[in-house]
């Protein structure tokens, strides 16, 4: 890899990056109107999927776990950084295995993303909380998760589409 390739590839990195961060504290300045607190739309999973699509799997990992950090850093708590990192480790690692199927779209992957991410929050809030009774709360959060996640793989397909299919990684 020449030094050009090098720098682009860190240059996406970081615009992808920023992105995510940015759509994090957009999202974060939405009031939570939704019947169930602590469901959020997953804007930064646009993100997460386009550069798993468009970078590669190591890629949309390093760049989540990258925003994750920064945004608890910056807007959070410790309690909201355990949460992101369950959630958003367990979310990605399963897009990346979805992905390697070969079997499932951008909004398949997306939706089981979604899905995934309130599992794992719902794991961490049993740990944290030292009850199984938050457990209930995982149907409406599946619900919210399979909702956005195919709305958030619908536009994260179409910018796919727009970058074109050359992969990057």
């Known amino acids: 890899m020449n030094n050009s390739t090098k720098t682009s590839k860190i240059t996406l990195y970081g615009i992808f990056a920023a992105l995510a961060m940015i759509l994090s504290y957009v ?30 799997e190591k890629s949309a990992f390093f760049i989540n776990l990258i925003r994750i950090l920064v945004v608890s850093l910056l807007f959070g708590t410790v309690m909201s950084l355990w949460f992101s990192l369950a959630g958003g480790i367990l979310s990605t690692l399963i897009m990346i295995l ?39 709360y995982l149907p409406a959060l599946w619900i919210s998760g399979v909702i956005s996640g195919v709305i958030i793989g619908i536009i994260g397909g179409i910018v796919c589409r727009h970058l074109g299919s050359q992969s990057l990684h």
Request: glycine share 12%; hydrophobic share 55%.
């Open 98 to 136: 979805l992905k390697k199927t070969g079997k499932y779209s951008p909004v398949g992957v997306s939706a089981a993303g979604g899905i995934t991410h309130n599992i794992g929050q719902i794991i961490i809030a049993m740990i944290l909380l030292q009850t199984k009774f938050i457990i209930w």
């Open 27 to 56: 999202e974060l300045q939405i009031p939570a109107f939704f019947a169930v607190p602590g469901m959020k739309l997953g804007l930064t999973n646009i993100v997460v999927v386009v550069a798993l699509y468009v970078l590669g």
